[in-house]
């Protein structure tokens, strides 16, 4: 009987969700690699309704992950991409969102060796994931800077997995949006990606206490800044209103009360000023409490 049901368990995982992953980028010293990946169930694709693929330069795509900052435990802003990962990243990104399906997630692993002391060494891991909801590109990290357990058997080996869905415990670090960008809880930011904002050189000239390349080139393509049907002049600034539904949506999404349809549905509502037609009437200024 016990071996019976063992065969059954077996079967049952078989059958269950599974993660597809297919590789797109590893730079030459392998410290960066970027992956596709989506869930599937019952032998088809888990829909996501992601706007992909989509193409995006990757001088733009370093552009965006340069500006990214966070909170590190200390409440102390750091910027969140190491200055020598963001061309390969923003290379890897930009070749796997323009082959990306609707249902997958581009997925984004850089590795830092530190040293300490001039004789110990250890490997940190930063990873996050990219997603696509036009007009805005989604990154949301898994880890920033955790450092990796070493296996004595293995000692030149980095172990890491990214995890299939982004942790529900409170991180060590908190992602801080500017003005410009539109936070995704304390673990991520989005972009309106298109915004001639994200043309601009950015300096790295001091990131994390070494001198790197003063600046990410410009775009190579102007004219994709400025694409047919476009208002340059619009400002992705929302209002506090939808900032703290974007909060309350985003909750509801972790514990479980939202599926990822009707999240991406509330969120587009969110974004485009309709609270009420999302369900967060009470928000708007004026509103009953």
């Known amino acids: 009987m016990r071996t019976a049901c063992s065969v059954l368990a077996l079967l049952l995982s078989a059958c269950g969700p599974k993660l597809v992953v297919q590789d797109v980028f590893e730079s030459g ?4 690699k970027v992956t596709l990946r989506h869930t ?10 992601y706007d992909q693929p989509v193409t995006i330069s990757d001088v733009r795509i370093a552009h965006i992950l340069a500006q990214i900052t966070h909170l590190d435990a200390d409440e102390v802003s750091r910027p969140t991409i190491s200055s020598v990962h963001v061309y390969p990243l923003a290379e890897g990104v930009s070749k ?29 891991v930063t990873s996050f994931r990219v997603t696509m909801d036009e007009p805005m590109l989604n990154v949301d990290f898994f880890m920033v800077g955790e450092r990796l357990e070493k296996d004595p058997k293995r000692r030149n080996e980095r172990i890491y997995q ?11 670090f908190r992602i801080k949006p500017t003005k410009i960008q539109i936070p995704r809880g304390r673990r991520g930011v989005a972009f309106v990606w298109r915004d001639p904002y994200y043309a ?9 206490g070494r001198i790197k390349r003063r ?6 393509e ?4 400025q694409p047919d049907g476009f208002d340059a002049t619009h400002s992705p600034v929302l209002r506090d209103a939808q900032l ?8 509801s999404r972790r514990n479980g009360e939202v599926q990822e349809d009707e999240f991406l549905r509330r969120r587009r509502l969110i974004l485009e000023g309709r609270l009420e037609k999302a369900g967060y009437g009470d928000l708007e200024p004026g509103s009953e409490p």
């Open 215 to 220: 600046t990410i080139l410009m775009e190579a």
């Open 96 to 124: 796997a969102l323009a082959v990306a399906g609707p249902d997958d997630e581009v997925i984004a692993v850089a590795f830092t060796r530190e040293r300490r002391f001039g004789i110990f060494t250890y490997d940190e």
């Open 162 to 172: 990214v995890p299939p869905e982004l942790p529900d415990r409170a991180p060590s």
């Open 244 to 251: 703290r539904a974007l909060d309350r949506l985003d909750a």
């Open 222 to 225: 102007p004219e994709e800044l």
């Open 200 to 208: 601009r050189p950015v300096s790295l000239s001091l990131r994390g």
């Open 40 to 49: 599937v169930a019952g032998g088809e694709p888990v829909p996501r309704g």
């Open 29 to 32: 010293d392998r410290d960066v």
